[in-house]
């Protein structure tokens, strides 16, 4: 069975994390939960119970008679903070595992959209150049 969209991309997320033994999930701090296909996800959870945590990127389309921009804030803060914290699991097929994401990868990956957004032209980031502090 071929794949339901176009361009087929496989996101370093899916091929080093849910198909490999990459055991570090940066891309959480932009939010949870993360759906892949094949029932694979990516959770908060806490004593059993999956959460959601929000992003902490704010997008607002702001538009009048010239035109149309993207207003965005980041708000910065620990990930999943406290003594009894939630842990971040994948599942799916196979058993559940736990996943790294730390509070740097917060700050870092914010602080990379706000300097792309003010970019005056700026692409997505190509494979393998996600930033992410060193594991």
Known sequence: MGSRYWPPRKTPEWSD???????RFPLGALGLPVN??????????????????????????VGDATG??????????????????????????????????SDDDVAL???????RLAEPEWTWFAHGERPAPPA
Do not use: C, M
């Open 68 to 101: 149309w921009r993207l207003l965005s804030f980041a708000f910065l803060g620990a990930f999943l903070p406290g003594p009894d914290a939630p842990s971040v699991r994948l599942r799916g097929r196979t058993n559940a595992r736990t996943l790294r994401v």
């Open 109 to 115: 990956l914010a602080d990379a959209w706000i300097k």
């Open 36 to 61: 892949y296909k094949d029932g694979y996800a990516v959770n908060a959870e806490h004593r059993g119970e999956q959460l959601r945590r929000a992003s902490p990127l704010w997008l607002r389309p």
């Open 17 to 23: 994390v849910v198909w490999g033994d990459d055991d």
